[in-house]
């Protein structure tokens, strides 16, 4: 998700999103459920029960699930640097 601090979009972790110069921020991939759940190698109704205990990152559009893939990707990372 993209925010911004002052006049420069920031991203959720605080950093600013790859730009180059006179261009828009990079846009990240949204994924569908079935994306995630073949992306993790889990079951499709595996990622539904994740997303809606707030286990995985997500958003609903049009009452469908949806994950960012770098916040899905940064997910991940902090989980396994707690292990």
Same mark, same amino acid.
């Given at each position: ?5 002052? *006049? %420069? ?11 180059? &110069?006179?261009? %828009?921020? &990079? ?10 759940? =073949?992306?993790?190698?889990? !079951? ?5 029960? /994740? $997303?809606? =205990?707030?286990? $995985?990152? @997500?958003?609903?559009? @049009?009452?469908? /699930?949806?994950?960012?893939? *770098? $916040?899905? *990707? ?7 640097? !707690?292990?």
């Amino acid at each position: 998700m993209i925010g911004f601090k002052g *006049d %420069r979009p920031m991203n959720t972790n605080g950093a600013e999103p790859k730009m180059r &110069e006179g261009q %828009r921020p &990079e846009r990240t991939q949204i994924m569908t459920t079935k994306e995630v759940a =073949k992306y993790l190698g889990v !079951h499709e109704m595996t990622v539904y029960r /994740w $997303l809606k =205990k707030g286990v $995985l990152p @997500g958003f609903k559009i @049009g009452g469908r /699930w949806r994950s960012k893939k *770098d $916040l899905l *990707d940064a997910y991940l990372v902090k989980r396994m640097e !707690h292990r």
